[in-house]
C-alpha cells in the first residue's frame, strides 16, 4: 500500500443528512506540518493526479487533532481497481480525544476501502460505517476519550471518475475552468437553518452557533453521512480541494480557488495554509490539493 498520512469541548447538535449525487455540469508516518506530494497514474495512460496533503496547527492552538491522508493500492493487489482515496478528518473531544478519533478514522476508512469489493458507494459507506464503530468502541473502552468523534471528508479517484463520503463541516471542491464548487455540503446548525430559510449566509457566518456540527463520526450508533450515489466525471485540469473548516471558515472560496488554480499542488497548499494562519489561524488547518494532469506534463 502507497501511503501519505499526516496529522498536523463538543460540538455535536441533531442529526440530518441525505444522500446526494455530484452537483451538475492509527497507521503511517504522523507528520505534523509537512507537506506530502504523490504524483499516480490513472488507468487512463494520458491522465494521472498529482498531489499534495498539508496538516498545520495554525497559531492558536496548541494541539493538531486534524489528519490528512492520500493512499494508493500498489500495483498487482487486489484492492488497484479501488484507485487513490484522499481524505481529510477533524477530530474533536479535547484531552487529545480529537486526534485518537481523525486517526482512527483515517486508518479504517483506508483498510476496508482497500479491503472490500464492491461500488465504491457501498464501499465508502461500509467505510464509514466501520469507523464510526472503532470510534465508539475506542471510547467506550477508554472513558477519557468519551464524546470524542471527527469529521472526514473522503473522495475516491478512479480512472476518470470521483466518488465523494463525507460527514461533517470538512469540505470537498471542485476548481474547473476558473470555477469553484464546493461538491460537499455543511451538516451544521447553521447551514441546517440557512438551507430551511431560517438565516441568511451574512447571519450565519457570524452566528454564535456557527462552528456546531450535526453529524460526525463518533456522535452515535446511528449516523448520516452523505455518500454520492452517482459519480463525477473528471477531465483533464480539474482541481480537486479538500480541507478542514480551518481553511475553510478563515480564507473566503475565491481566494481558496484562486491559490488552488494557479500553484502546483504542493505550493498550493502551502500558500493556502499561510492564508488561513494570516487570517489568524484560530484552529488546525488541514488541505489536500489533486489535481488532474495529462501524462506528459511536467509533474508538479
Same mark, same amino acid.
Given at each position: 500500500?502507497?501511503?501519505?498520512?499526516?496529522?498536523?469541548?463538543?460540538?455535536?447538535?441533531?442529526?440530518?443528512?441525505?444522500?446526494?449525487?455530484?452537483?451538475?455540469?492509527?497507521?503511517?508516518?504522523?507528520?505534523?506540518?509537512?507537506?506530502?506530494?504523490?504524483?499516480?497514474?490513472?488507468?487512463?495512460?494520458?491522465?494521472?493526479?498529482?498531489?499534495?496533503?498539508?496538516?498545520?496547527?495554525?497559531?492558536?492552538?496548541?494541539?493538531?487533532?486534524?489528519?490528512?491522508?492520500?493512499?494508493?493500492?500498489?500495483?498487482?493487489?487486489?484492492?488497484?481497481?479501488?484507485?487513490?482515496?484522499?481524505?481529510?478528518?477533524?477530530?474533536m473531544g479535547g484531552h487529545a480525544a480529537?486526534?485518537?478519533?481523525?486517526?482512527?478514522?483515517?486508518?479504517?476508512?483506508?483498510?476496508?476501502?482497500?479491503?472490500?469489493?464492491?461500488?465504491?458507494?457501498?464501499?465508502?459507506?461500509?467505510?464509514?460505517?466501520?469507523?464510526?464503530?472503532?470510534?465508539?468502541?475506542?471510547?467506550?473502552?477508554?472513558?477519557?476519550?468519551?464524546?470524542?468523534?471527527?469529521?472526514?471528508?473522503?473522495?475516491?479517484?478512479?480512472?476518470?471518475?470521483?466518488?465523494?463520503?463525507?460527514?461533517?463541516?470538512?469540505?470537498?471542491?471542485?476548481?474547473?475552468?476558473?470555477?469553484?464548487?464546493? /461538491? !460537499?455540503?455543511?451538516?451544521?446548525l447553521v447551514a441546517t437553518l440557512v438551507?430551511? #430559510? @431560517? $438565516?441568511?449566509?451574512? %447571519? *450565519?457566518?457570524?452566528?454564535?452557533?456557527?462552528?456546531?456540527?450535526?453529524?460526525?463520526?463518533?456522535?452515535?450508533?446511528?449516523?448520516?453521512?452523505?455518500?454520492?450515489?452517482?459519480?463525477?466525471?473528471?477531465?483533464?485540469?480539474?482541481?480537486?480541494?479538500?480541507?478542514?473548516?480551518? /481553511? !475553510?471558515?478563515?480564507?473566503?472560496?475565491?481566494?481558496?480557488?484562486?491559490?488552488? #488554480? @494557479? $500553484?502546483?499542488?504542493? %505550493? *498550493?497548499?502551502?500558500?493556502?495554509?499561510?492564508?488561513?494562519?494570516?487570517?489568524?489561524g484560530h484552529d488546525n488547518i488541514s488541505?489536500?490539493?489533486?489535481?488532474?494532469?495529462?501524462?506528459?506534463?511536467?509533474?508538479?
Amino acid at each position: 500500500m502507497n501511503e501519505l498520512m499526516s496529522r498536523a469541548g463538543s460540538r455535536f447538535a441533531r442529526k440530518t443528512g441525505a444522500e446526494h449525487a455530484p452537483p451538475a455540469g492509527l497507521a503511517g508516518p504522523m507528520l505534523p506540518e509537512t507537506t506530502m506530494a504523490m504524483s499516480v497514474p490513472t488507468a487512463s495512460p494520458q491522465l494521472r493526479f498529482d498531489a499534495a496533503m498539508l496538516s498545520n496547527v495554525g497559531v492558536v492552538r496548541a494541539l493538531n487533532e486534524d489528519v490528512v491522508l492520500y493512499a494508493t493500492a500498489p500495483e498487482g493487489d487486489a484492492g488497484e481497481k479501488r484507485g487513490t482515496l484522499a481524505l481529510v478528518a477533524d477530530g474533536m473531544g479535547g484531552h487529545a480525544a480529537g486526534e485518537v478519533a481523525s486517526a482512527l478514522a483515517a486508518e479504517v476508512v483506508r483498510r476496508v476501502f482497500y479491503e472490500l469489493d464492491g461500488p465504491p458507494s457501498t464501499v465508502l459507506t461500509s467505510a464509514f460505517a466501520a469507523a464510526n464503530r472503532a470510534i465508539l468502541d475506542w471510547a467506550r473502552n477508554h472513558p477519557e476519550c468519551s464524546g470524542m468523534g471527527t469529521t472526514c471528508t473522503a473522495m475516491a479517484l478512479t480512472e476518470r471518475e470521483a466518488w465523494l463520503a463525507h460527514i461533517g463541516d470538512s469540505r470537498a471542491y471542485l476548481l474547473r475552468s476558473g470555477s469553484l464548487t464546493q /461538491l !460537499s455540503e455543511d451538516q451544521t446548525l447553521v447551514a441546517t437553518l440557512v438551507r430551511e #430559510g @431560517r $438565516l441568511s449566509k451574512e %447571519e *450565519a457566518e457570524h452566528s454564535p452557533v456557527s462552528n456546531v456540527i450535526t453529524q460526525a463520526l463518533g456522535m452515535g450508533p446511528e449516523i448520516e453521512p452523505i455518500i454520492w450515489q452517482k459519480p463525477l466525471t473528471l477531465l483533464a485540469d480539474d482541481v480537486i480541494v479538500l480541507c478542514s473548516d480551518g /481553511l !475553510s471558515g478563515a480564507v473566503p472560496d475565491a481566494e481558496i480557488g484562486d491559490i488552488a #488554480g @494557479r $500553484l502546483p499542488p504542493g %505550493e *498550493a497548499c502551502e500558500a493556502l495554509i499561510a492564508a488561513a494562519n494570516a487570517a489568524g489561524g484560530h484552529d488546525n488547518i488541514s488541505v489536500g490539493v489533486v489535481r488532474v494532469a495529462v501524462e506528459n506534463e511536467q509533474t508538479a
